[in-house]
């Protein structure tokens, strides 16, 4: 999403201090308006008591990236969609992670995902392309072995991985490219990846959907569907599944 100069003019002129940011005194409402849609898109929320808006990290991360005059709407751009608990445990036993297991997350997010599977093993990666979910990874306790921030699909693949357990964005119908790409950072003996898709994954014609569903045919993959509003508390209710393949 691309700001309008008067907006990033607005927030150059806006200050920041722990979560909250303040907007510097009165303004047109109209010009408000766009700036406060530009604040929730970088994940701000108006709070009627502090006078300011409220962000789940520090506010002066998100304000540098404002006044950069554009800002990633999670959901609809990058169709970030947090996993819920009840996905995760699913997922987790589907995994089979073993003590010993180097294991990849390469859509991390806040945490979800990454926080439990830590608690099984020694050794987990995980790639996240949102700066405003860095700072949540770390302070995630226990065997987080490296914290890269960028885009998964740029990343040249090297097949160390025991397993990879992921949740990859839905915007655009990208998941499938994601999942393909993760695949080929598994050991080519052993390696598992369960990972959340639409259910689409069982009927859709794309040139992906089909290459990710030969593959997972071809090697006695299973797709679970997952019951209707597993990822309602997250802001959609698309229909999703869960893909579970070995090499």
Same mark, same amino acid.
């Given at each position: ?43 701000? #929320?108006?709070?009627? $008591? ?71 093993? #020694? ?39 025991? $397993? ?27 390696? $598992? ?10 009927? $859709? ?43």
């Amino acid at each position: 999403m691309h700001l309008d100069t008067e907006v990033v003019d607005v927030l150059k002129r806006s200050s920041a201090s722990g979560n909250q940011l303040k907007l510097p005194g009165q303004l047109d409402r109209k010009l408000y308006v766009k700036v406060a849609k530009a604040i929730e898109c970088a994940g701000g #929320k108006w709070d009627r $008591r502090s006078g300011s808006h409220l962000f789940e990290g520090p506010a002066e991360e998100a304000l540098r990236i404002l006044q950069g005059g554009s800002v990633v709407n999670q959901k609809s751009e990058l169709g970030y969609f947090p996993t819920p608990d009840e996905v995760v445990g699913a997922m987790i036993c589907w995994a089979c992670i073993r003590p010993g297991d180097k294991v990849l997350e390469p859509s991390a997010g806040k945490g979800n995902i990454v926080r439990a599977v830590s608690r099984l093993c #020694k050794s987990v990666t995980a790639v996240e392309i949102d700066h405003q979910h860095i700072a949540d990874l770390k302070k995630i306790a226990g065997p987080l072995d490296e914290i890269i921030e960028g885009d998964f699909l740029q990343i040249e693949p090297k097949p160390i991985f025991d $397993r990879v357990v992921m949740n990859p964005p839905f915007a655009d119908l990208t998941a499938p490219r994601h999942i393909l790409h993760a695949l080929k950072f598994l050991k080519p003996k052993g390696g $598992r990846l369960v990972s959340i898709c639409p259910a689409s994954i069982e009927f $859709r014609k794309t040139k992906l959907f089909n290459e990710l569903r030969s593959f997972v045919e071809d090697h006695d993959g299973d797709i679970l569907p997952l019951k209707e509003g597993s990822f309602h508390e997250s802001g959609t209710d698309v229909r999703t599944c869960i893909i579970g393949v070995s090499l």
